[in-house]
């Protein structure tokens, strides 16, 4: 199993941005995924989740209505949209894997992490 | 929602010595407890699931034990690779994580 992030970096508040993840190793298309992400010197906190077929999305009270989870299943890719990004959102991103059917919550397998610095 | 509440803060423990970390519920999560383990630069690793099954790779000086409110990682003999922060997490309703606790020398 391998996921890898891509697009982090520094954005002004108020601007958007998009991370991707790339998967392999394991049936992409069977799996629910998440976002979480973690600010510097600090806990983890979930961010959002997809089903498999992208039929539910659900988010972070925190983002809600800011940012927008979606996948490529033909490509094996997973995203995240960031909106109107404010300092707080200041973190490392990870993509996360979900243990499957029966343990959607339970984060599997974790990318490297995209960092995201919003500073004007 | 389930608070996870995590003690302590910071161990110090010595190389060989035993560790022990205690991850409290707000409510009974049944045995519905993972523990991920954070070096420093690097992404979380899943240790255990399930309160007491180690995820492939984990080695077996790592021990979870558990159910309802209180849970508990236990290191027999910490190796210099150990050292570390351990988050707790309760995926029996959605989904919350512990505060962490740091494993130093």
């Known amino acids: 199993v391998q996921l890898v992030e891509y697009g982090g970096g520094l954005v002004q508040p108020g601007r958007s941005l998009r991370v991707s993840c790339a998967a392999s190793g394991f049936p992409f298309e069977d799996y629910p995924m998440h976002w979480v992400r973690q600010a510097p010197g600090k806990g983890l906190e979930w961010v959002s989740r997809?089903?498999?077929?992208?039929?539910?999305?659900a988010y972070a009270d925190s983002v809600k209505g800011r940012f927008s989870v979606f996948r490529d299943n033909a490509r094996n890719f997973l995203y995240l949209q960031m909106n109107r990004l404010r300092p707080e959102d200041t973190a490392r991103y990870y993509c996360?894997?979900?243990?499957?059917?029966?343990?959607?919550?339970?984060?599997?397998?974790w990318g490297e992490g995209a960092l995201v610095t919003v500073s004007s | 929602e389930i608070v996870m509440t995590q003690s302590p803060a910071t161990l110090p423990v010595s190389p060989g010595e035993r560790a022990t970390l205690s991850c409290r519920a707000s409510?009974?999560?049944?045995?519905?407890v993972a523990w991920y383990q954070q070096k420093p630069g690097q992404a979380p690793r899943l240790l255990i699931y399930a309160a007491s099954t180690r995820a492939a790779g984990t080695p077996s000086r790592f021990s979870g034990s558990g159910s309802g409110t209180e849970f508990t990682l236990t290191i027999s003999s910490l190796q210099s690779e150990d050292f570390a922060v351990y988050f707790c997490?309760?995926?029996?309703?959605?989904?919350?994580f512990g505060q962490g606790t740091k494993v130093e020398i």
């Open positions: 997809i089903e498999w077929n992208s039929e539910n999305k």
């Open positions: 996360v894997k979900s243990g499957g059917s029966g343990f959607d919550y339970l984060f599997e397998q």
């Open positions: 409510q009974s999560v049944r045995s519905n």
């Open positions: 997490q309760q995926y029996n309703r959605w989904q919350t």
